[in-house]
């Protein structure tokens, strides 16, 4: 049974920094994707970050683009998402994600989840 756990998340002042962690476990899981979505109280969940399962090709949301870093460590099924100058906007529920295959950044497309892990900015 694959799992996927989220923790990291918490209360940060406005410019601060979090390191949100994904572990993973239950398969290998060679040509997977890792992506980190995002979800606001009624919003739609929004595409943050993703990576290809060795860590060669990382992809962004513009919003988040030079302040968040995207990384895994594939030897410990563990992905990582490093955030910076966090604004208020970026409050949300995070979500990691994994795919077999290309990089998507349409949540419908992934069919593996966390359970998610909160952040909130403070301003």
């Known amino acids: 049974q694959v799992q996927l756990v989220e923790s990291g998340g918490g209360l940060v002042q406005a410019g601060g920094s979090l390191r949100l962690s994904c572990a993973a476990s239950?398969?290998?899981?060679?040509?997977?994707?890792m992506a980190w979505f995002r979800q606001a109280p009624g919003l739609e969940r929004e595409f943050v970050a993703a990576?290809?399962?060795?860590?060669?090709?990382?992809y962004y949301a513009n919003s988040v683009k030079g302040r968040f870093t995207i990384s895994i460590d594939n030897t410990k099924n563990t992905g990582f998402l490093q955030m910076s100058s966090l604004e208020p906007e970026d409050t949300a529920e995070y979500y990691c994600?994994?795919?077999?295959?290309?990089?998507?950044?349409?949540?419908?497309?992934?069919?593996?989840w966390g359970q998610g892990t909160q952040v909130t900015v403070s301003s």
């Open positions: 239950g398969r290998t899981f060679d040509n997977y994707v």
């Open positions: 994600a994994l795919r077999w295959g290309n990089v998507v950044d349409v949540a419908t497309m992934y069919y593996l």
């Open positions: 990576t290809t399962w060795n860590g060669g090709r990382t």
